[in-house]
């Protein structure tokens, strides 16, 4: 089934998109639809070109998503807040037979981009001319950009097929209902915006509440104010929702369950939230390539939500390689990148390798960090992830990464950041390792106290910019035992 007729038949809503321009029935949101995709059609686009969009969170993403599928055309989400550079190379790379922009967005110099408005003026009517028979499930149906520590993003290929059994699964995963009402402040050019902005409230549906920008307060107020049921996002969104002004329990009675994936997914911030949302809190696990490849049910053992990254649905399979790298597979997972070389890299005998390492017992999966965060000492192989469980373990951090600092004698040492507003020193980290039985060599040898860690656009640590601060101009610092 085409992604379009997935959406169209979702039960119709007085309002199903609220975003800061206002409220959207489905009536009006098919009338938008209806009206992109004539003003594509004139311009001789159909089934299998890109069209590629910039557009801000809104109401104007879920119709572009929806228009190039309504007649068969691929579409290229590209982030609103993208720079010039990671704009061109994605264009030069998809080769769009449009691009569409915002005007409230600034011009690319050199990129030739037709604004929505313009665009929708250009059709003589709101009918399409030709009505495309649904896409078939193999048929292209997104190219997404990855967003990665090193190197260049990689164009990431999804069909109608991948997305339509993806929500399809995570529907019956989370329980949701017409009745549920989603508040989503992810970018839509991003995997988790397109699932839970785009695709599974329409297909469940149920409202969508989007949040172009992440104000806590605001968010507070739109949760009380539309009855929100349901999130997504990293825990620092429900951290600073928590911390904000005027939070009240009180304000928050309506949420019933949340989703965490990404940095700082720990233990004690799932209880936390639970015991000061009164919701249900469970980790999640996926990327651009296979997204949400693991989840837990809402009604699954409390210790499984927190405890690991959940478990596989459907016919999605797990299984760990021989050095530890999670490999997954199943009907979402996308079915290549842009490169060819990269595909043949990455996608292996109908498996996708994560560059995640990770355990699997009875199925429940267990991240534990990435093939790139192994820290070698003197031959050792130290996890990154296991250094910071220890780290975040103490009263004291908030949160913490760890990175590998280059080092004459030993290769790498271990070299950690630290969320600690009280203060947390070299020796004192010495000590709460030593008291936990850790290994001396994978005890870190420099710490560096710091506001908050830097993330990428997914809610994943930014290592590279970290690494790059391992050094100040004086090659030495006060968290160093150099």
Known sequence: MGLDKLLSGAPARDVLV?????????????????????????????????????????VDSVVAYRACWRIGAVAVALHPAA???????????????????????????????????????????????????????????????TSGSTGAARGVIHTHGSLAYKIAQLTEAHGLTPDDCALVPSPLAHVAGLLHGVLMPGAAGMKTVLMPRWYPEAALALIEQESVTYMVGPPTLFTTLMDCDGFDPARTATLRMISCGGAGVTPAFCRRAAATLGVVVKRSYGSTE??????????????????????????????????????????????????????????????????????????????????????????????????????EAHPAVLAAAAVAEPDDRLGERVAAFVVAPGGFDLTACREW????????????????VVEELPVLASGKVDRMKLQARLTDPSGRSAGSDR
Not at 32 to 58: K, M, W, Y
């Open 83 to 145: 720079g010039s550079h990671d704009l061109k190379q994605a264009l030069a790379l998809t080769g769009p037979a449009v691009t569409i922009t915002a005007r409230e967005l600034p011009p690319v110099p050199g990129v030739d981009a037709v604004g929505l408005d313009e665009l929708t003026a250009a059709a003589s009517d709101t009918t399409t001319r030709r009505y495309c028979e649904p896409a078939a499930d193999g048929a292209d149906a997104v190219v997404m950009f």
């Open 18 to 58: 609220l975003d800061a321009s206002g409220r959207f029935s489905s009536a009006d949101v098919e009338d938008r639809v209806r009206a992109v995709a004539a003003a594509l059609e004139v311009r001789g686009i159909g089934p299998g070109d890109r069209v590629a969009f910039r557009l801000p969170v809104g």
């Open 433 to 448: 390792f030593a008291q936990r039985g850790a290994a001396r060599f994978i005890t870190p040898e420099r710490i560096e």
């Open 290 to 391: 296979a997204p949400t490849i693991a989840t837990s049910r809402f009604d699954d053992p409390t210790d499984k939500m927190i405890l690991t990254d959940g478990r596989a649905f459907g016919d999605a399979r797990l299984r760990v390689a021989d050095d530890g790298e999670l490999w997954v597979s199943g009907p979402e997972v996308a079915r290549g990148y842009l490169d060819p070389a990269d595909t043949r890299t990455a996608f292996v005998d109908g498996w996708f390798r994560t560059g995640d390492l990770a355990t699997v017992e009875d199925g429940w999966v267990t991240v534990t960090g990435r093939l790139g965060d192994r820290i070698i000492r003197s031959g050792e192989n130290i996890s990154a992830t296991e250094v910071e469980q220890h780290l």
